[in-house]
């Protein structure tokens, strides 16, 4: 058994694995078509990148949201583990096991229905989505047929000509005006080159926004084109813009006109499915109720023949029964002497127990008495020591106020005793210093030696004797 579940282990493990590539792989081709800047419907694209995007936090969020549910689910597991080996036989414990095991009941039961409900929303919107799927297949196949049967002069004939393409039935005319338009003048670019073209439009786009005539700036800007060729060039775009703007709003009308009547063609399968469902349903209903009736009757003969079968077992069993009553009638009288015995020895044992504890109390009692009367004595002790803490404190600060006092004379006394008189003299700020004055007579006696002659030796300090000879 152990084998056969490793083995399905084994096999679901593998499974996930290769939906796991194949999804990548069809993410990859998805990514390739819908994120092509290359791609001719790149405009159209855009939507549904925007929605790609959308949708994908929306799965990173509920990736999220399952591991933390599956995470709290493990941890409620893991305290449930941790608590069964640190297992103690008694009331609290069992109940809190119970509150535990209740709880992680409840939240793998709300995580299992709530995923049940993701997967049949999911499974709703994946039978929609193929049946839209589906719609368009046969849409297109019926296209692809209605052009392969229409015959090459009817495909090539206009409104010219009194008749019309499968496109132009289809679509509206607005979308066939534009089209006949871009075939008549020489496509979206009216008949210019790409680079005379996007220098129209960049001074045409310049100068109308600003509303100002551009004629003489486009005719600078493109020698190669006339005057002529830029008027008629303008009012081939001023057409151009305006057929665009309806063919876009056609495409508009034209795309809820068709998602109504998808809306409507997905309401009216539903509908059939139903109707199809519900008779099914009382099909199989009618069916049930045949079976059960069959079985009902059979079951009605089975239960014949088993009353009957109980009625002899049960005269055969009332015999037994008188039988052993009388032997249970005298081993109920030997267990009651027994029992009597044990109940009065048990009633014994129980008033001395009681003694017992009723003495055991008492001294409990006269314990307690005690240690609240000396707890009493030592608290009348502490509350005389906090007194007398208390008294010593504000002595103590009264006698530190006196000495402040005393310090604040002794201060006022010094003070008066001492009084200094400063004399100013401001003509000391101008008379020599005593340095100043022996500078000045240096100054006078180098003057007199250097006016007897000139210096004919120069002193030389001495060498020392460590580099005598070098």
């Known amino acids: 058994m152990a084998l056969a579940r490793k083995q399905r282990k084994t096999d679901a493990l593998?499974?996930?694995?290769?939906?796991?590539?194949?999804?990548?792989?069809?993410?990859k081709e998805k990514s390739a078509h819908l994120y092509s800047k290359r791609s001719e419907f790149r405009s159209e694209f855009c939507?549904?990148?925007?929605?790609?995007?959308?949708?994908?936090?929306?799965?990173?969020?509920?990736?999220?949201?399952?591991?933390?549910?599956?995470n709290r689910v493990r941890t409620n597991v893991g305290k449930f583990q941790r608590s069964l080996k640190s297992a103690k036989p008694n009331q609290q414990f069992v109940q809190k096991l119970k509150e535990l095991m209740e709880e992680?009941?409840?939240?793998?039961?709300?995580?299992?229905?709530?995923?049940?409900?993701?997967?049949?929303?999911?499974?709703?919107?994946?039978?929609?989505?193929?049946?839209?799927?589906?719609a368009f297949d046969k849409r297109i196949e019926s296209w692809t047929?209605?052009?392969?049967?229409?015959?090459?002069?009817?495909?090539?004939?206009?409104?010219?000509?009194?008749?019309?393409?499968?496109?132009?039935?289809e679509y509206p005319p607005a979308i066939a005006d534009f089209e006949r338009f871009l075939q008549q003048t020489g496509g979206h670019q009216g008949g210019w080159d790409d680079y005379d073209h996007q220098t129209f439009l960049k001074i045409y786009r310049a100068h109308h926004s600003k509303g100002k005539p551009f004629l003489d700036e486009a005719v600078r800007s493109l020698p190669g084109r006339s005057?002529?060729?830029?008027?008629?060039?303008?009012q081939w775009y001023r057409e151009y813009l305006a057929?665009?703007?309806?063919?876009?709003?056609?495409?508009?009308?034209?795309?809820?006109?068709k998602e109504s009547e998808k809306a409507e063609a997905l309401a009216g399968v539903e509908k059939e499915r139903d109707e199809a469902e519900d008779a099914e349903a009382e099909r199989q209903k009618a069916e049930a109720a045949r079976k059960e009736r069959e079985m009902t009757a059979a079951k009605l003969a089975q239960w014949k023949a088993e009353q009957e079968m109980k009625r002899l077992?049960?005269?055969?069993?009332?015999?037994?029964?008188r039988l052993a009553r009388a032997e249970d009638e005298a081993k109920k009288r030997k267990r009651k002497a027994a029992v009597k015995a044990k109940v009065e020895e048990y009633a014994r044992q129980k008033g001395e127990e009681k003694e017992i504890l009723k003495a055991a109390d008492e001294a409990l009692a006269k314990e307690e008495i005690k240690r609240r009367r000396a707890a009493n004595r030592q608290l009348e002790r502490f509350q005389l020591r906090d007194v007398a803490a208390l008294e010593e404190k504000k002595v103590k600060q009264i006698e530190q106020e006196?000495?402040?006092?005393?310090?604040?004379?002794?201060?006022?006394?010094?003070?008066?005793?001492?009084?200094?008189?400063?004399?100013?003299?401001?003509?000391?700020?101008?008379?020599?210093?005593?340095g100043w004055e022996n500078r000045k007579k240096d100054a006078g006696g180098s003057s007199n030696s250097a006016s007897r002659g000139p210096i004919t030796s120069v002193p030389k300090r001495a060498v020392p004797s460590w580099r005598k000879g070098i």
Do not use: C
């Open 402 to 434: 006196i000495e402040k006092e005393h310090q604040a004379m002794r201060l006022e006394r010094l003070k008066g005793q001492v009084d200094v008189k400063v004399h100013r003299d401001p003509s000391r700020l101008y008379k020599l210093t005593e």
């Open 243 to 257: 057929l665009k703007d309806r063919r876009k709003e056609a495409i508009r009308v034209w795309r809820e006109q």
């Open 313 to 321: 077992a049960e005269e055969e069993k009332m015999l037994k029964e």
């Open 104 to 134: 992680i009941e409840s939240s793998i039961t709300a995580f299992k229905n709530q995923q049940r409900e993701n997967y049949d929303s999911l499974s709703k919107e994946e039978k929609v989505a193929s049946q839209e799927i589906s």
């Open 145 to 169: 047929l209605m052009s392969t049967s229409a015959p090459p002069t009817q495909a090539a004939k206009t409104g010219d000509g009194g008749t019309k393409s499968h496109t132009e039935t």
């Open 47 to 70: 939507q549904l990148e925007e929605t790609d995007l959308k949708l994908v936090e929306e799965r990173k969020q509920e990736r999220q949201k399952l591991r933390q549910q599956i």
């Open 14 to 27: 593998l499974a996930l694995e290769q939906l796991e590539m194949r999804a990548s792989l069809l993410e």
């Open 227 to 234: 005057e002529r060729d830029v008027v008629e060039h303008e």
